[in-house]
């Protein structure tokens, strides 16, 4: 009798712990299915993230939901003009819509046409201006990081006699590639 109370115990706990042991593998499969996901979905996001980054370097387009200031600007980065006067015409108009958006003022500018084969393809201008002093750097930031590509050659500033409302006299030299007649 006793062989058989000990073959019925050991029966009954079989299956017992064979549940046991099945549950603690389903379980801990789900956890891996669950947890391999969750990876996944990160790496998508970092994927979107770099995708998005990676489109704004190239300046493709403007990256959506973003601020109006944020995104790259579009363009070409050469100055646009049939012949150098043209490009010239739209390298000035460009730095004084630059300057007078941040409220500055232009007295008087001057283009110099590219004479030396070694600035070959450049128009350059040299501005005289007056700007506040804290819009100085918006100017010159909104210069050199907008479209088409502009180079600060030369910047000579002089302080304001003393007295409010008086600005910074600044004279500019900005320089800009031109591809040339198409």
Do not use: H
């Not at 489109?55 to 579009?74: F, K, N, Q, T, W």
């Not at 600035?119 to 700007?131: H, K, P, T």
């Not at 010159?140 to 180079?151: I, N, T, V």
Request: hydrophobic residues 50%; aromatic residues 6%.
């Amino acid at each position: 009798m006793k062989a058989l109370f000990s073959l019925g115990a050991s029966t009954i706990w079989s299956p017992l712990s064979a549940v046991a042991i099945y549950l603690a593998i389903v379980v801990a499969m789900l956890f891996v299915m669950v947890s391999s996901v969750a990876g996944m979905i990160d790496r998508r996001s970092d994927v979107a993230a770099a995708s998005a980054t990676l489109e704004r370097l190239e300046g493709s387009r403007p990256v959506i939901g973003s601020a109006p200031g944020d995104a790259m600007p579009l363009g070409s980065p050469y100055l646009e003009g049939a012949t150098v006067t043209i490009a010239g015409a739209t390298l000035l108009q460009r730095v004084a819509g630059s300057v007078m958006s941040f409220g500055g003022n232009v007295l008087s500018t001057q283009l110099d046409v590219p004479s030396s084969p070694g600035r070959s393809g450049f128009v350059s201008m040299i501005a005289n201006c007056e700007v506040d002093q804290p819009q100085l750097q918006q100017v010159l930031y909104d210069l050199e990081a907008g479209m088409p590509f502009l180079f600060i050659d030369q910047l000579v500033v002089q302080a304001p006699a003393a007295g409010p409302g008086n600005k910074l006299r600044i004279r500019l030299a900005v320089s800009g590639q031109w591809r040339g007649a198409k």
